[in-house]
């Protein structure tokens, strides 16, 4: 059994979508000007803690990413021949390293 569709609801439908569209516009709009609004009461205020965060990160950042006199005095070392490799302790560091890798894959 067909049942033919007689007429179509397209500009009803169309019509109805566009005035969804446009009471989400409004209420992005309002909420947007909520967010930009405030009170003279409004206020911040952070911790000591926060305080001594931003001094930390402050004086980080101020500090060089590379130890340049450390790299030259390495560089020199190889360069003479003097520069020697414990192989123990290179061995050590990389299984402390490989040691605190899976307890940190442990954590997830």
Same mark, same amino acid.
């Given at each position: @059994?067909? !049942?033919?569709? &007689?007429?179509? !609801?397209?500009?009803?439908?169309?019509?109805?979508?566009?005035?969804?569209?446009?009471?989400?516009?409004?209420?992005?709009?309002?909420?947007?000007?909520?967010?930009?609004?405030?009170?003279?009461?409004?206020?911040?205020?952070?911790? /000591?803690?926060?305080?001594?965060?931003?001094?930390?990160?402050?004086?980080?950042? !101020?500090?060089?990413?590379? /130890?340049?006199?450390?790299?030259?005095?390495?560089?020199?070392?190889?360069?003479?021949?003097?520069?020697?490799? /414990?192989?123990?302790?290179?061995?050590?560091? @990389?299984?402390?390293?490989?040691?605190?890798?899976?307890? &940190?894959?442990?954590?997830?």
């Amino acid at each position: @059994m067909v !049942n033919e569709i &007689k007429g179509s !609801n397209h500009s009803l439908l169309s019509g109805l979508a566009s005035q969804q569209q446009t009471e989400q516009a409004k209420d992005q709009a309002k909420a947007a000007g909520n967010k930009t609004q405030g009170t003279a009461e409004d206020s911040v205020s952070l911790t /000591d803690q926060a305080e001594k965060l931003r001094a930390l990160e402050s004086s980080i950042s !101020n500090q060089p990413v590379v /130890d340049t006199k450390r790299v030259e005095s390495i560089r020199s070392a190889i360069l003479d021949g003097s520069y020697t490799v /414990d192989a123990s302790k290179t061995a050590e560091k @990389m299984a402390d390293f490989e040691r605190l890798l899976d307890s &940190k894959v442990g954590d997830e």
